[in-house]
Nanobody, 118 residues
Framework: QVQLVESGGGSVEPGGSLRLSCAAS???????????MGWYRQAPGKQRELVAT???????VYADSVKGRFTISRSNLKNTAYLQMDSLRPEDTAVYYC?????????WGQGTQVTVSS
């Protein structure tokens, strides 16, 4: 069974950067390579929303609110997806979740907190 573990969250001042990682385990590397990986976030009192996705072929999709500031990437050798977050804003404060979708099923990570505050 696939497990996703996010890391890299923390507290940062506005304008700062963080890099989130999502490591997948419990399944073959071929499964990871075939999957679409995504980052989502949920702020207090709000619904979970899409941040960015990256397909198995490397095509990316971003929410309008993060375009030009965030970059999603993946390493199929390391079974890991990343989210580089630059020019962070207070409104980026949320719990960030990783999601793997493959062969009609999906798995969520446990989330990592990102707080942007001065």
């Amino acid at each position: 069974q696939v497990q996703l573990v996010e890391s890299g969250g923390g507290s940062v001042e506005p304008g700062g950067s963080l890099r989130l990682s999502c490591a997948a385990s419990g399944a073959s590397g071929r499964i990871f390579s075939a999957s679409t990986m995504g980052w989502y976030r949920q702020a207090p009192g709000k619904q979970r929303e899409l941040v960015a996705t990256i397909s198995r072929l490397g095509s990316t999709v971003y929410a309008d609110s993060v375009k030009g500031r965030f970059t999603i990437s993946r390493s199929n050798l390391k079974n890991t997806a990343y989210l580089q977050m630059d020019s962070l804003r207070p409104e980026d404060t949320a719990v960030y979740y990783c999601k793997q979708q493959v062969q009609g099923s999906y798995t969520w990570g446990q989330g990592t907190q990102v707080t942007v505050s001065s």
